[in-house]
């Protein structure tokens, strides 16, 4: 679990090399969400482009298959 952990980090991390456009606001996709891993819990800001949350909901899917998406937020 922990090694899934540090390359789920990893990929979310690498992420941030693209960036979103927000109201005409460029931001890091980490400046769109919030992610904890003990407990693992994601929340996304409510103007969070859809494409983004179905990325980061992705990645987390493949590294932890338990967790569930669609956080509301």
Known sequence: MEKNLDILISELNELDNEV?????????PSQCYHFETDPVHLL???NCPEALKQ???????????????GTPG
């Open 44 to 46: 996304f800001n409510t």
């Open 55 to 69: 990325k980061v909901n992705a990645i987390i899917a493949k590294h932890l298959p338990d967790y569930e998406s």
């Open 20 to 28: 979103v456009e927000i109201d005409g606001t460029v931001l890091k």
